[in-house]
């Protein structure tokens, strides 16, 4: 047959073609939206374990929504029994079918793991069986594909490298400039009491958590920026405009393939994301040049060391920043690259000129462990992302207990005066003596943790519990109830007694690993170490300065959007402190309240 009468024959199978590839289309939609749903619901039900019954395509999504939406549809009383209304879903299911159950969102199985055990097996006994899972892309925008996402030897690599800035000694080497901001925080408060009491009544009342944001925004732009505040602030704030952008979508738009599309809103965000990209390649020369003028070793890439450094307060040995250590990180890689290529005489001489060993597209070598400028923008926003509204968060309920507690507040600023002294901004020394502080702190992050759930993914058929786990389940850890679990913390766990913390965290409750704020394992939270020492130095001076008290306006529901917050915001009046409160510091006891 020539090749016409065979084009023809082909061109009558056309019908027959389609025909098949819609079939094959079709049963493999039936086989992931239906067959497979229900062989999973059957395998678990076979082992005692059963949920919600799967929905086509949507699972129990519309369920959720509903409860979520029902539950948080007016405020709760003053109380931290927060899990009905804030996991309403997990709480409902589990009146019915136990804590452990299989719910689904959209065709993925998500089973519910609480217990301490089972918990730590899958963060660190054994969490070579499980995978953290992809965002949903809207998510990825606003996380960045940094540390919080990457997997493997990439997540190994920039861990490696990022961890020196959150050294204790490194992040003590803060304190005095974060404390200034503190201070300059609490001074316009002072302004506004001055300007709305006269000579009368000095207090004011504060919408905290705008403020507390804006703080902790300044903190994690020196984390990140070091030396560079100033061009890093200027970076985060197009970050955060790109934010606010995926934000939107993520609450609005359902359809696939949407961030593609040439929208108004993308458009802004693909403008935002050339804009950020070049002030950061402009930012990484400089700092390379400045690096390469200072003759610069693997020890001292620092605030303090870069010539033309701005920032204030910091000496010569400032704290290390994220962009300095990516850089110089990058910088070695280069020259490892460079002297195996003169070494192999492939390519005679590489020029080192700054930027194009950090563009991506521009990179000569494959190797995994380059640093591109990609790689830098994506961790800028992962911190951003991962450090500033958890910290807030933290801050924030923290500050809502200890109005709602005034006790508790008494016993927290007999401490601060008492180990403080007459220093306004407390020292490292000081800091690490705040034992009081620290015990509420925690209690705060029990009752309220900012991220109340995490999730897993088993990357193979693993066994938890006894029971049989498919690859590609995902499994649901609920902070949040674990941190209120009655077997776990006693009668009292929905009570806010730091005094349970008197012993350490490991002895808090029954179980040693029941207290996960920060997660666990091999993927737990970097920036801890950072958002505890912030915290501290915010409240010390907040306690030394001002008492405080919930805001008649004040509604309490708490509530979720990713994390966790004061769904109507947390108002708090704030009154000065006495002269002679400052200057003995309110007469309470630890022990009275023990
Ligand atoms: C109160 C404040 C904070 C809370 C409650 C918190 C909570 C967490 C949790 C639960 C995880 C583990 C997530 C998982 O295993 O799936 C995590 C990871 C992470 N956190 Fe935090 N975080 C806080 C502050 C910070 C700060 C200040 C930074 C950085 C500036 C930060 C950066 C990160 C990063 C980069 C990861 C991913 C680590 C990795 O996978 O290697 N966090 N955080």
Not at 91 to 116: C, E
Not at 119 to 135: G, M, P, Q, V
Not at 323 to 336: H, N, V
Not at 533 to 554: C, D, E, G
């Amino acid at each position: 047959m020539d090749d016409g009468g065979l084009l023809r024959n082909l061109w009558g199978l056309k019908p027959i073609i389609l025909t098949s590839i819609l079939l094959v289309l079709a049963l493999r939609i039936m086989v992931v939206l239906w067959w497979r749903p229900r062989k999973i619901e059957y395998h678990f039900a076979k082992q005692g374990i059963k949920g919600p019954p799967y929905h086509f395509f949507i699972g129990n999504v519309k369920e959720i929504v509903q409860l979520m939406l029902k539950a948080s549809s007016h405020p709760m009383p003053f109380s931290h029994n927060i899990l009905p209304r804030v996991f309403s879903f997990y709480h409902h299911w589990r009146k019915i079918y136990g804590a452990t159950f299989i719910v689904w969102f959209g065709p993925t199985a998500r089973l519910t793991v609480s217990d301490p055990d089972l918990i730590r097996e899958i963060f660190s006994t054994k969490s070579e069986l499980y995978e953290k899972i992809e965002a949903n892309p809207l998510v990825k925008q606003l996380e960045g594909n940094g540390l919080i996402s990457l997997k493997g030897e990439k997540w190994a690599h920039h861990r490696k490298i990022i961890t020196p800035t959150f050294h204790m000694e490194n992040l003590k080497l803060l304190i005095p400039m974060v404390g200034k901001s503190v201070e300059e925080m609490l001074d316009k408060w002072d302004q506004m009491m001055w300007e709305k009491g006269g000579g009368g009544e000095r207090e004011v009342e504060i919408e905290v958590s705008e403020w507390f944001q804006g703080l902790t925004e300044d903190v994690i732009t020196r984390m990140a920026f070091g030396s560079s505040y100033e061009q890093g602030k200027a970076i985060f704030r197009l970050q955060s405009h790109q934010m606010l952008l995926a934000a939107d979508a993520f609450q609005k738009v359902l359809i696939p393939g949407y961030r593609f599309m040439p929208t108004k809103g993308n458009m802004k965000s693909w403008k935002l994301d050339k804009e950020i990209r070049k002030s950061l390649v402009k930012l990484i020369e400089k700092r390379k040049l400045e690096n390469c003028n200072t003759n610069i070793n693997d020890n001292n890439i620092n605030m303090g060391n870069n010539i033309g450094s701005e920032e204030v307060g910091v000496g010569g040995d400032g704290p290390k920043d994220l962009l300095g250590l990516m850089i110089q990180a990058g910088m070695r890689e280069d020259e490892k690259n460079n002297n195996n290529n003169n070494n192999n005489n492939n390519i005679p001489e590489i020029n080192n000129s700054s930027l194009n060993n950090y563009a991506p597209q521009l990179s000569s070598t494959n190797n995994k462990n380059k640093i591109t400028v990609q790689d830098i923008v994506e961790e800028c926003k992962s911190f951003f992302f991962a450090g500033k509204q958890t910290t807030s968060n933290l801050l924030t309920w923290t500050t809502v207990l200890l109005a709602m507690h005034p006790h508790w507040q008494d016993l927290a600023r007999e401490e601060v005066f008492r180990v403080c002294t007459s220093r306004d901004i407390p020292s490292k020394d000081d800091l690490a003596k705040l034992k009081m502080l620290n015990m509420i702190l925690n209690e705060s992050l029990r009752l309220y943790p900012p991220a109340i759930a995490t999730i897993r993914r088993a990357k193979y058929d693993v066994e938890l519990g006894g029971c049989r786990v498919p690859c590609g389940t995902e499994l649901l850890v609920p902070i949040l109830a674990v941190h209120h679990d009655q077997a776990i913390w006693g009668n009292d766990a929905n009570e806010f007694n730091p005094m349970r913390f008197s012993d350490g965290v490991s002895r808090a409750a029954k179980h040693p690993v029941a207290f996960i704020p920060f997660g666990l394992g091999t993927r737990t939270c970097i920036g801890q170490n950072l958002a505890i020492l912030q915290s501290k130095l915010v409240l010390t001076i907040l306690l030394r300065r001002f008492s405080f008290t919930l805001a008649p306006s004040y509604q309490h529901a708490p509530t979720v959007l990713m994390l966790l917050y004061p769904q109507h915001g947390a108002p708090i009046v704030f009154r000065q402190l006495s002269e002679h409160d400052k200057e003995t510091g309110p007469g309470c006891r630890v022990d009275q309240v023990v």
